[in-house]
């Protein structure tokens, strides 16, 4: 099994940036595909963005393309999402998550997931 633990959401203002981690324990975490998902109240959960397990491919949603950026650091056991230019609609609950295989976690669902960690962004 693999735990993961999310941390470093906040309340920040619009234009903002912000840096959220996601540790990873349990297995070997080389061996995972990682992701962020995020789901606002009322609103469908959607892929934020994704990374290979080595880092060599990584997926952005258009909503953040070329504002976010994941990143991860195996030595570590930790997957990164860097949020700048924030915008009031990036509000919602910020989850890791992770899968053996990137295909699925990138077009389905993930079979590992953190607790979330919430992004609020004001304006």
């Known amino acids: 099994q693999v735990q993961l633990v999310e941390s470093g959401g906040g309340l920040v203002q619009a234009g903002d940036s912000l840096s959220l981690s996601c540790a990873a324990s349990?297995?070997?975490?080389?061996?995972?595909?990682m992701g962020w998902f995020r789901q606002a109240p009322g609103k469908e959960r959607e892929l934020v963005a994704a990374i290979s397990l080595t880092g060599y491919r990584t997926y952005y949603a258009d909503s953040v393309k070329g504002r976010f950026t994941i990143s991860r650091d195996n030595a570590k056991h930790t997957v990164y999402l860097q949020l700048n230019s924030l915008k009031r609609e990036d509000t919602a609950v910020y989850y890791c998550a992770a899968d053996r295989e990137y295909g699925v976690l990138v077009t389905t669902t993930p079979f590992y997931w953190g607790q979330g960690t919430q992004v609020t962004v004001s304006s």
């Open positions: 349990g297995r070997t975490f080389s061996s995972y595909a």
